[in-house]
């Protein structure tokens, strides 16, 4: 394909791509909403923010942001599986790759990883998209960026809060 080229994409095509794009957006405001919040440098420090921002979040109610936050992160990690899982979408694909997004439970250090982290997964998801539309095979597709995905999660497996503190929260956030 040449400069000037173009190349005929079909409305679902066009949906994706757009869905991608919209994911990105929402993912720097959402981010931005939260990061004021996020002001623990440890991990005890992080139990306890996550416990006062689930409180005065879902309980108090004086900081709708959170509330916010967290519906969106949902919906992030809900597109950014579509576009990577291979079959049918269960629970435990959003879960994964709502781990690998900033929360409540997040230090500044950690929130810092997993953005950094979704900005590589949007890239990698974003480049596999691209040569998708230009008619480069699925499976090929699937060889070239899978490794590059794989390598990305693991590195956003190391930023994950531990699963007993994370039961911790989630048990604050549904009070």
Do not use: C
Request: hydrophobic share 40%; no cysteine.
């Amino acid at each position: 394909m040449r400069k000037g080229d173009y190349i005929e994409i079909s409305d679902v095509q066009m949906a994706n791509w757009n869905k991608l794009q919209t994911a990105k957006g929402q993912a720097k405001l959402a981010f931005d909403e939260i990061r004021p919040f996020l002001t623990a440098k440890t991990g005890p420090e992080a139990i306890s923010q996550a416990g006062r921002l689930a409180y005065r979040g879902n309980v108090k109610g004086d900081l709708p942001e959170i509330r916010a936050f967290n519906a969106m992160k949902d919906a992030l990690a809900s597109i950014m599986a579509r576009f990577v899982e291979v079959g049918v979408l269960t629970n435990s694909d959003v879960s994964r790759w709502s781990a690998t997004l900033p929360g409540v439970t997040d230090t500044k250090g950690s929130f810092a990883a997993k953005e950094r982290v979704f900005g590589q997964l949007y890239g990698i998801a974003s480049s596999a998209m691209k040569d998708m539309l230009l008619g480069t095979d699925a499976a090929k597709v699937s060889e070239q960026y899978g490794p590059q995905f794989n390598k990305a999660l693991a590195e956003a497996e190391k930023t994950v809060t531990p699963a007993q503190l994370q039961d911790d929260v989630n048990t604050l956030l549904k009070v």
